[in-house]
């Protein structure tokens, strides 16, 4: 069953407006607590059973496998959807749909966090923080977006326990009385309310980073908080919960425990673990909204906490400037040092092996700087490449056609 | 101009090169990642777990050669005693039903690094 709700006073499709909180009419300006809207507007509706889109159009590419045609309540037009869609839009009138029959079969969201930023506020803060953006290209800065897309995310909230042993490694010292160690560990700790993305389409990397939601602000799941957005339910299966709550849990585990040992270069050379997930698990639905922009015939998807404001992605960066700017502070960094060490070090110790039996060499001096130069340098590299693959994650056609495969 | 000023001075000019490539990159990659990589955090781990109560914090300073079979039996038989304990066992009451493997992660390049060692 597709449903649409309707304005009670004209019968226009009503949203959700983050701003006001309420679902309003767009024709009337009538606006209602999404609460107090009767499920009786809602079972008016008309009923229709979803034909798969191969029935419909006979065989079909690998991409519409998973697809299903329902039919507008508003207009009578086709809405295809995929199969973990909730609500999405109609191409032809605009009406949101909220596929009902699937929110009651598959498991209800619990809870929500209603949009609390507009799409308005969400191209806004991506503007505010380009213009912040040094390295931001000025094309980018006055982009355009060429979609902007609200959608409710599904997540499992997770308490559990975790316990782990470990072998880490690390090391000590310096030069040629740097060592080797090992320190063993093991221990159990508890997880509380860690959310799990429970979309397979988006990396956990893009969900995690767009953390943290204000949980406090949670309400009673109400299928009139999508209307307006797209949404999905989850298709995670017990198993992709147990190894994401895993891998997350031993992250953590790992870095707390790493602490506890004094060295350099600390990794985990061996570890094994177990996860328990406690039974009462809820899944509740989380505010995004995903805005595309197209630069140098690439698209490029950054996301936007629906509740928080807060930006995620990368951004591609102006060369030019980075090169320029890399070589300019070389440039006076070089002779800055180089006066530095002349004065106060090389000169000192030629005049010091003057009136010396014991000779100091220079050479020495290289070998010490080349090393801090090198650490610097590896350093330098390690964040160039984070930002690199931030870039590259924004710019995957997997995000794109999370967000760009809908209808509407 | 003798050949050790010539020296001295090539001294300074090139570890003030280095030097200075190094801290002109460690900036502006530092700039970069500000302003580039958008949204760089995820929850506090506090945030989202309880502190660790460890059951086994063994130190071994100064041995530079790991052995491999006895890493492993250190790590499965902590993980054991530690899935034999009581607070395991009443957690795992209340669980959800899941597959509830044991995780092994190997770095096997590590080990192999440091048993040249």
């Given at each position: 069953?597709?449903?649409?709700?309707?304005?009670?006073?004209?019968?226009?499709?009503?949203?959700?407006?983050?701003?006001?909180?309420k679902v309003?009419?767009?024709?009337?300006?009538?606006?209602?607590?999404?609460e107090?809207?009767?499920?009786?507007?809602?079972?008016?509706?008309e009923?229709n059973?979803?034909?798969s889109?191969?029935?419909?159009?006979?065989?079909?590419?690998?991409?519409?496998?998973?697809?299903?045609?329902?039919?507008?309540?508003?207009?009578?037009?086709?809405?295809?959807?995929?199969?973990?869609?909730?609500?999405?839009?109609?191409?032809?009138?605009?009406?949101?749909?909220?596929?009902?029959?699937?929110?009651?079969?598959?498991?209800?969201?619990?809870?929500i966090?209603?949009?609390?930023?507009?799409?308005?506020?969400?191209?806004?803060?991506?503007r505010?923080?380009?213009?912040?953006?040094m390295f931001?290209?000025?094309?980018?800065?006055n982009?355009?977006?060429?979609?902007?897309?609200?959608?409710?995310?599904?997540?499992?909230?997770?308490?559990?326990?975790?316990?782990?042993?470990?072998?880490?490694?690390?090391?000590?010292?310096?030069g040629k009385?740097?060592?080797?160690?090992?320190?063993?560990?093991?221990?159990?700790?508890?997880?509380?309310?860690?959310?799990?993305?429970?979309?397979?389409?988006?990396?956990?990397?893009?969900?995690?980073?767009?953390e943290?939601?204000?949980?406090?602000?949670?309400?009673?799941?109400?299928?009139?908080?999508?209307?307006?957005?797209?949404?999905?339910?989850?298709?995670?299966?017990?198993?992709?919960?147990?190894?994401?709550?895993?891998?997350?849990?031993?992250?953590?585990?790992?870095k707390?425990?790493?602490?506890?040992f004094?060295?350099?270069n600390?990794?985990?050379?061996?570890?094994?673990?177990?996860?328990?997930?406690?039974?009462?698990?809820?899944?509740?639905?989380?505010?995004?909204?995903?805005?595309?922009?197209?630069?140098?015939?690439k698209?490029?998807?950054?996301?936007?906490?629906g509740?928080?404001?807060?930006?995620?992605?990368?951004?591609?960066?102006?060369?030019?400037?980075f090169?320029?700017?890399?070589?300019?502070?070389?440039?006076?960094f070089?002779?800055?040092?180089a006066?530095?060490i002349?004065?106060?070090?090389?000169?000192?110790?030629?005049?010091?092996?003057?009136?010396?039996?014991?000779?100091?060499?220079?050479?020495s001096?290289?070998?010490?700087?080349?090393?801090?130069?090198?650490?610097m340098?590896?350093?330098?590299?390690?964040?160039?490449?984070?930002?690199?693959?931030q870039?590259?994650?924004?710019?995957?056609?997997s995000?794109f056609?999370?967000m760009?495969?809908?209808?509407? | 101009?003798?050949?050790?000023?010539?020296?001295?001075?090539?001294?300074?000019?090139?570890?003030?090169?280095?030097?200075?490539?190094?801290?002109?990159?460690?900036?502006?990659?530092?700039?970069?990642?500000?302003?580039?990589?958008?949204?760089?955090?995820?929850?506090?781990?506090?945030?989202?777990?309880t502190?660790?109560?460890?059951?086994?914090?063994?130190?071994?300073?100064?041995?530079n050669?790991?052995?491999?079979?006895?890493?492993?039996?250190?790590?499965?038989?902590?993980?054991?005693?530690?899935?034999?304990s009581?607070?395991?066992?009443?957690?795992?009451?209340?669980?959800?039903?899941?597959?509830?493997?044991?995780?092994?992660?190997?770095?096997?390049?590590?080990?192999?690094?440091?048993?040249?060692?």
């Amino acid at each position: 069953m597709v449903m649409a709700t309707l304005c009670k006073n004209c019968g226009s499709p009503v949203v959700f407006d983050p701003k006001l909180q309420k679902v309003v009419c767009s024709a009337c300006g009538s606006a209602w607590a999404a609460e107090d809207i009767q499920s009786s507007d809602k079972e008016l509706l008309e009923k229709n059973k979803a034909v798969s889109y191969k029935d419909v159009y006979g065989e079909t590419t690998r991409e519409f496998v998973d697809c299903y045609i329902y039919t507008c309540s508003s207009c009578g037009g086709e809405i295809s959807i995929n199969g973990s869609e909730v609500s999405t839009k109609c191409v032809y009138c605009g009406s949101t749909s909220v596929v009902f029959n699937r929110i009651s079969k598959e498991k209800a969201p619990e809870f929500i966090i209603p949009f609390s930023i507009s799409k308005e506020d969400a191209v806004a803060r991506i503007r505010q923080t380009f213009s912040n953006g040094m390295f931001v290209p000025k094309e980018i800065k006055n982009f355009n977006p060429s979609d902007v897309r609200g959608i409710y995310l599904p997540y499992w909230i997770v308490n559990g326990y975790h316990s782990e042993a470990e072998i880490i490694r690390g090391s000590r010292g310096s030069g040629k009385s740097r060592h080797t160690v090992y320190c063993g560990r093991a221990g159990s700790m508890g997880i509380t309310n860690l959310p799990v993305d429970a979309s397979i389409m988006l990396s956990d990397e893009s969900s995690q980073r767009l953390e943290p939601f204000d949980f406090s602000k949670f309400v009673p799941f109400d299928e009139d908080y999508l209307l307006g957005f797209y949404s999905n339910v989850s298709d995670l299966t017990n198993v992709d919960l147990y190894e994401a709550v895993n891998k997350r849990a031993s992250q953590c585990f790992q870095k707390k425990s790493m602490e506890t040992f004094s060295a350099n270069n600390k990794s985990v050379t061996l570890s094994r673990s177990a996860t328990l997930i406690h039974k009462d698990v809820f899944y509740a639905m989380l505010p995004v909204w995903f805005v595309s922009f197209d630069y140098e015939g690439k698209h490029n998807t950054l996301l936007v906490n629906g509740q928080t404001g807060k930006v995620v992605g990368g951004v591609p960066w102006n060369k030019n400037l980075f090169y320029t700017l890399t070589v300019t502070l070389t440039s006076l960094f070089a002779l800055i040092f180089a006066f530095f060490i002349h004065h106060f070090l090389v000169s000192p110790m030629e005049l010091a092996n003057l009136h010396s039996r014991k000779k100091q060499s220079p050479g020495s001096l290289i070998m010490v700087f080349g090393m801090i130069a090198l650490v610097m340098i590896a350093i330098a590299f390690a964040k160039k490449k984070k930002v690199t693959k931030q870039i590259e994650r924004s710019q995957s056609r997997s995000i794109f056609n999370f967000m760009k495969k809908r209808q509407g | 101009m003798d050949f050790l000023e010539i020296f001295t001075d090539l001294t300074s000019l090139l570890s003030g090169i280095g030097l200075g490539f190094g801290c002109a990159f460690l900036i502006v990659t530092g700039l970069l990642n500000r302003s580039n990589n958008l949204g760089d955090s995820v929850s506090d781990d506090d945030s989202i777990s309880t502190g660790i109560l460890f059951t086994s914090q063994e130190n071994r300073p100064g041995v530079n050669v790991f052995n491999p079979a006895a890493g492993q039996i250190y790590v499965d038989s902590q993980l054991a005693n530690i899935v034999r304990s009581r607070e395991y066992q009443e957690y795992s009451q209340n669980a959800l039903d899941t597959s509830k493997e044991l995780v092994t992660r190997h770095d096997l390049e590590a080990d192999n690094t440091s048993m040249n060692n």
